[in-house]
T-cell receptor, first 117, second 116 residues
Framework: GAVVSQHPSRVICKSGTSVKIECRSL??????MFWYRQFPKKSLMLMAT?????????EQGVEKDKFLINHASLTLSTLTVTSAHPEDSSFYIC?????????????FGPGTRLTVL | AQTVTQSQPEMSVQEAETVTLSCTYD???????LFWYKQPPSRQMILVIR??????QNATENRFSVNFQKAAKSFSLKISDSQLGDAAMYFC?????????????FGQGTILTVHP
């Protein structure tokens, strides 16, 4: 089946630095990808919709200047956490729908655990 | 706006027994899809089952089946012959027509424990 990868799987950084997380669709093209944030034993909270070749659409309350999203190709979207702070520590998950119907399966990446010291 | 509610933070079941996880949703859209996802300790999200709202027949995938009550906006998941590998966090999710394609709204999740 289709696969979505994320890199890195874990990252530890110092407060004030920026971190880039990559999301790749390995065997299909994804004009749209989604970025979620998840706290331990909590639900997935949609942060933004990444659109290939255009600006991302952010959910209400998500700082677009802090969470920069770039969807440069049909197989790659990146999330950059700028000037990271300890409160940004979380599990970040991306997903990409397969095909042209919402009934088609949406594939999720394995997630990236970000720890900001 | 769509909302999805899972009122059971935790559930437990004995191996080989049956368990039902509850989910209610609220949407004003007429075209929507409902999903159950499983998130094991690895945290990889796995699609368990999906249901199109316009279909009256309840979806079934092997040991997993749903009870879709459209008028009540209820979408419960039944796991039969529970196995140790079913232990995970389960999320109910909705995609509603009119929103971005693929944009899912998730419930709060239910942690399922399977006892041997």
């Amino acid at each position: 089946g289709a696969v979505v990868s994320q890199h890195p799987s874990r990252v530890i950084c110092k407060s004030g630095t920026s971190v880039k997380i990559e999301c790749r669709s390995l065997d299909f093209q994804a004009t749209t990808m989604f970025w979620y944030r998840q706290f331990p034993k909590k639900s997935l909270m949609l942060m933004a919709t990444s659109n290939e070749g255009s600006k991302a659409t952010y959910e209400q309350g998500v700082e677009k200047d802090k969470f920069l999203i770039n969807h440069a190709s049909l197989t790659l979207s990146t999330l950059t956490v700028t000037s990271a702070h300890p409160e940004d520590s979380s599990f970040y998950i991306c997903s990409a729908p397969l095909g042209g119907s919402p009934y088609n399966e949406q594939f999720f990446g394995p997630g990236t655990r970000l720890t900001v010291l | 706006a769509q909302t999805v509610t899972q009122s059971q933070p935790e559930m437990s079941v004995q191996e080989a027994e049956t368990v039902t996880l509850s989910c209610t949703y609220d949407t004003s859209e007429s075209d929507y899809y409902l999903f159950w996802y499983k998130q094991p300790p690895s945290r990889q999200m796995i699609l368990v089952i999906r249901q199109e709202a316009y279909k009256q027949q309840n979806a079934t995938e092997n040991r997993f089946s749903v009870n879709f009550q459209k008028a009540a906006k209820s979408f419960s998941l039944k796991i039969s012959d529970s196995q140790l590998g079913d232990a995970a966090m389960y999320f109910c999710a909705e995609w509603a027509g009119g929103t971005s394609y693929g944009k899912l709204t998730f419930g709060q999740g239910t942690i399922l424990t399977v006892h041997p």
